[in-house]
């Protein structure tokens, strides 16, 4: 299994600035002529050609030409195809779920270590401790970002319904989808006793959470949408978050909890995953870190698990 070590030394791309946006332009140019192949296999409407234009994909090229079916309504295309079906199993997704590998394309270490996180959060204190886990990370992006403008929130929000239409695919037999957020303001939140704020506990919903039943461990997934460089080592909000989500009283019986941050990009009137990196709950290092900014943000964590 996948050792979730906060080093930058796996085998993960690491891409300069550079290499980041000479690979953005090459898919800007193939998500253009997968567009224009799709309105051409839409007219010639048989099954092999649409098969022999697959085949000579690679299995990156794959998972990027079935975003673009799907940002432009045309996943009925690869309906009798083995690919779809092979896409809706999704192998290595579901493998990075669990931990084997993580997917993607990063750069260095995130620049601030978590000392110096730690400084400026006692130069800028939480403005209000809510009771919500996003209460809680939303202060930690405040700690090295700009406060978000309304455009910038709305444009999140829509992206963020736009992933959750494409993560609609079913999960192979042994995974079970255990929840999925509803998007809803109003729906209820999972309650976290451990984690307290003003004496109450947390409370916060996760995008989606799976059982994997062999072995009944449970995989937390959280997506976020960004066009941002993402650090080998990953955001300290985003971590922070499915630490919070890792105490939910809910999950608490499960063998082993995994955390999966998945982040997405949007271009071009499309989105498309980026990246997928795993944790686990009781690696100390990742542990030990987000419990020392929910201390700084004014929590306590009833009987730590490392």
């Not at 400084?119 to 939303?138: A, C, H, M």
């Not at 999140?156 to 079913?170: H, R, Y």
């Not at 995994?258 to 009781?282: C, S």
């Not at 290092?285 to 490392?306: H, M, N, R, T, W």
Request: neutral net charge; proline residues 5%; hydrophobic residues 35%.
């Amino acid at each position: 299994m996948f050792n979730p070590k906060l080093n930058c030394n796996q085998s993960i791309s690491i891409l300069s600035p550079r290499s980041r946006i000479k690979k953005e332009r090459e898919a800007e140019i193939k998500i253009n002529e997968f567009k224009k192949s799709i309105v051409a296999l839409s007219k010639v409407r048989r099954a092999e050609k649409v098969e022999e234009f697959i085949d000579e994909l690679t299995d990156e090229d794959k998972e990027l030409f079935i975003q673009v079916c799907v940002n432009n309504g045309r996943l009925g295309l690869l309906a009798s195809q083995e690919f779809c079906k092979q896409c809706k199993e999704n192998k290595p997704v579901w493998d990075s779920y669990i931990g084997l590998k993580d997917i993607g394309e990063f750069t260095g270490p995130f620049r601030y270590s978590l000392d110096l996180l730690l400084w400026i959060s006692q130069v800028k204190p939480p403005e209000y401790l809510g009771q919500r886990v996003t209460d809680f990370t939303n202060w930690i992006m405040r700690l090295h970002l700009k406060k978000a403008d309304k455009d910038s929130l709305h444009e999140g929000k829509v992206v963020e319904q736009s992933i959750a239409g494409f993560t609609k695919l079913m999960p192979k037999k042994e995974w079970e989808l255990v929840y999925r957020d509803p998007l809803n303001d109003r729906a209820s939140s999972f309650k976290i006793s451990s984690l307290l704020v003003n004496g109450d506990p947390l409370y916060g919903r996760p995008d989606l959470v799976y059982r994997y039943k062999p072995t009944n461990e449970i995989v937390i997934v959280e997506h976020k949408s960004s066009n941002m460089d993402i650090p080998c080592d990953g955001w300290p909000n985003l971590k922070a978050q499915l630490w919070a989500y890792g105490h939910i009283d809910e999950f608490q019986h499960a063998s082993k909890v995994h955390l999966v941050g998945e982040v997405w990009g949007y271009q071009y009137g499309g989105v498309f995953r980026r990246t997928i990196q795993h944790w686990e709950l009781k690696q100390k290092e990742f542990y030990c870190q987000s419990q020392a900014l929910f201390e700084a943000y004014g929590g306590i964590v009833k009987d730590p698990l490392i």
